[in-house]
């Protein structure tokens, strides 16, 4: 089971562009799951994020969650894994194989 993780501070349209790259790569790992954790943004990107989750039909492998503070990369990677972990996605607890940790303007190439 893949998690991939994405922490996002007030960069939503390059978050959305990732997730456009990375959702063709997803159909050889259907148990692949997307979070990404707005770091309490306050721009609205969490809104944002989530409108374009739902228009383009990533809702089966994608959520986003908001924090209720920046605390950082690695908080915000933090938040994102014990919410996949402890059950406070869509999908239930997870337990990952592995973790992936993507930045908001990485654009995985097709075969990664």
């Known amino acids: ?4 993780l ?13 997730l456009h790259a990375l959702a063709p790569q997803l159909a050889a ?4 799951r997307v979070v990404i954790v707005d ?17 383009a039909g990533f809702q089966p492998w ?7 503070r920046n605390g950082g990369f690695a908080y915000g990677n933090n938040f994102g894994f014990a919410a996949a972990v ?11 194989d592995v973790v992936w940790l993507l930045n908001p303007d990485t654009e995985v190439r097709p075969g990664a």
């Open 1 to 4: 089971m893949l998690l991939i």
């Open 6 to 18: 994405t922490v996002n501070y007030r960069t939503p349209q390059l978050v959305l562009q990732g």
């Open 29 to 32: 790992h259907p148990d692949a």
């Open 39 to 55: 770091n309490a943004s306050g721009d609205g990107s969490t809104e944002a994020i989530g409108e374009g989750i739902a228009a």
């Open 62 to 68: 994608a959520t986003v969650l908001g924090t209720p």
């Open 86 to 96: 402890e059950g406070r996605t869509p999908w239930g607890p997870l337990r990952p």
